[in-house]
């Protein structure tokens, strides 16, 4: 018997802290620290750090986009039970957000007499 366990390592996975300090544009080095904004991480991946911060930067849009979608297409309040049509719904209503936000970003580019508004 191996004691219980499922067969998997239970050793943790090495963990490294990576920081980074920026500057607000415009500032110089010798103002006060408040122009500078600190951050840190605590991660397993090999990447350098600079990596690491991008990836946790597009990992954090990607959660604002659920938000999003969860607030204003009420995708957090799931009716179906079988999977088969949860994955549909689901579905379904990325393709409605994706229209939606396409058609959105097109009539803000567009002059209102383009979308048919009189001038």
């Given at each position: 018997m191996n004691g219980g366990g499922s067969g998997c390592s239970s050793?943790?996975?090495p963990t490294r802290i990576i920081a980074s300090t920026s500057r607000t544009p415009g500032t110089s080095r010798t103002r006060s620290t408040r122009s500078s904004t600190s951050d840190a991480l605590a991660t397993s991946l090999d990447e350098p750090a600079n990596q690491v911060f991008d990836l946790y930067a597009l990992r954090w849009q990607i959660e604002i986009a659920?938000?999003?979608l969860k607030s204003l297409l009420h995708i957090d309040r799931l009716e179906a039970k079988d999977p088969d049509l949860v994955r549909t719904w689901i579905l379904a209503h990325i393709i409605a957000a994706l229209?939606?936000?396409d058609h959105a970003a097109e009539a803000l580019d567009a002059p209102p007499c383009a979308l048919g508004y009189p001038a």
């Open positions: 050793a943790p996975a659920f938000k999003r229209l939606i936000e």
